[in-house]
């Protein structure tokens, strides 16, 4: 053999060697990646199952710890309250008008082995700021929600990460839906719940009372706290007197919350809704209870027609908090959506 043969041989038999390598390289990262994925979901799965267990109205324990982010809004400094829980492509969970994080204690849990689940609380509601100089509008609100996507979802620090799936209820269904039209780069997709598109719904009587919010905040009694947890559930046996005093806290410990209630009418009787919202570019699914007072029949079919391509979920037997009435069935609507995205 000269030793022109054996180099030849030697370095085929070194590209050999150094193949297998790769291989076994290339095998063991793909077992580690496999195990560390399946860690994460196994963890994700058992912290699911142990918030199901916890008391319904242990939010850190069902929806995360409390944190704050700050966002900029017209030159203002605003600190957003928000929760996370869970692992997964990601979902973001707005309320409605006078409520909070609270309403999303009993569905959330069902999401999150499958899911990175952020709450949210409005500015003017729950555990976020409630500045006497915003106006909480359509407009501002739904810039308030395009800084918090930016800084929780899709911001340069995120450039791997897809946007979210957006969860809306009743006002914040309004919300996210304007800025979907908009914005459609920063949703994945789009769940509304029982959305507050018809202003035709809010008598113009009770417009100008946004003068005089602080004064009517202390209206935000418990008893009156217990008539809309009525009008939003239909499940009368899951409302507490600890649920209704959940929903009242916000108001009791400060009252420019109530003065946000009165403001945030306005929000509701924004006369360019609901056509502002036709042929959204985002994927988009109404949800709507069977025995919800707050928002009509008419209203969805309205909204539906201005977008051809939407899908429009109905429970009989839910009233306006689907999420609060029925979980476990809004749970499979939402992963049933989440399959179909991008």
Known sequence: MNASTFVAIWNSEMMQLGLLVLCAAGLVLLVLGVGIWWGRRRSAKLSAEAALRSPELDLNARLGELQRSEVQVNGQSLNVAWRESGHGPSVLCLHGIGASMLIW???????????????????????????????????????????????????????????????????????????????????????????ATDPSRIPKLFLPLRRFGQQLARLHSMRLVQQIVNLVMARRELITPELVALYHRPFREDSRCGAAFFKALHLLADSRMPSVFMNLPVPLAIVHGGRDPLVRSESIRSLSQLNPQVRVLRHPEAGHHVMEDEPEWLAEQIIEFSRHLT
Do not use: T
Request: charged share 25%; glycine share 8%.
């Open 105 to 195: 204690r009993r569905l959330v849990p069902r999401l999150a082995d499958q899911f990175r689940a952020v709450c949210m609380d409005w500015p003017g509601f729950g555990d976020s700021d409630k500045p006497e100089n915003l106006d909480y509008g359509l407009d501002q609100q739904a810039e308030v929600l395009e800084k918090f996507l930016e800084l929780k979802f899709v911001g340069p620090k995120f450039s791997n990460f897809k946007p979210p799936l957006v969860l809306a209820s009743s006002m914040g269904g309004a919300i996210a839906l304007h800025l979907a039209a908009r914005r459609p780069e920063l949703l994945r997709g789009l769940i509304v719940i029982a959305p």
